[in-house]
């Protein structure tokens, strides 16, 4: 209690950063400029229930979802390898787990754009076995590809935190029962590791429904995510009545899914087996 005030920078870095901004985006999506002032309006809300931004907002959760499910898919064995390996070697996988990390989000985009363009480095290797060129760029799988790579360490480093915790006399003990490999995944390790899954789809998916990176450069702009529909409301259309009332949707879905991972989470926590 008496060290309280170690916590006001924090506090104020939260009220001045996070929840003025909060406010300030709810304040511009539900007041319009009138010639007589300021004016309530749900207006924003309504327009955003147009069948044409209903489509863009579930193209980007199927985007968003099938990009979830493959780095859970790929991460998941991954982090399975890390928990296992030997101190040395799991920490030089862990190294190369994060090493993309630790370069620019951007400049690993335009990387794919690089590899995967007509005239790219995939092209050309498949065109020297007499193969393609294929249209590999601005569609749904260069996309989701984006996704993936960019947000597979997401999924992998929550998932590897929980299981390295799996105590290993728990596994040794249902090996001694006769239970085979399969079993001890079924019955002991993934039940102890779906805290992490959660966390991991969790991270996952936020970042993917929301990003406009992406889409934008290796979309092409073929199409638009939800993301890109709030970034041209603020920086080309102007409405930033319309761009906000957009943006405080999608945290309230945000909000949503982090309550439904959060109660299974919860349900999991403690690690039960059954």
Known sequence: MKKRWISYPYLLWMIIFIIVPLILVLCFSIFISTDNGLQFSLNNYK???EPLYLKVLWRSVVLAGISTIICLILGYPVAMILASKQMSKKSFLLFLCILPMWMNFLLRTYAWMTLLEKNGFINKILSFFGIGPFQLLYNNAAVILGMVYNFIPFMILPIYSVMKKIDPS???AAEDLGANQITVFKKIIFPL???G???GISMVFMPAVTTFVIPRLLGGGQFMLIGNLIERQFLLSGDWNFGSAVSIVMM???LISMAII???DKEHEGGQLW
């Open 193 to 195: 590791s779906l805290p």
């Open 170 to 172: 728990v596994i040794e």
């Open 252 to 254: 309230i879905i945000i």
């Open 47 to 49: 327009r955003f229930m």
């Open 197 to 199: 899954v959660f966390s």
């Open 262 to 264: 959060s109660k299974y």
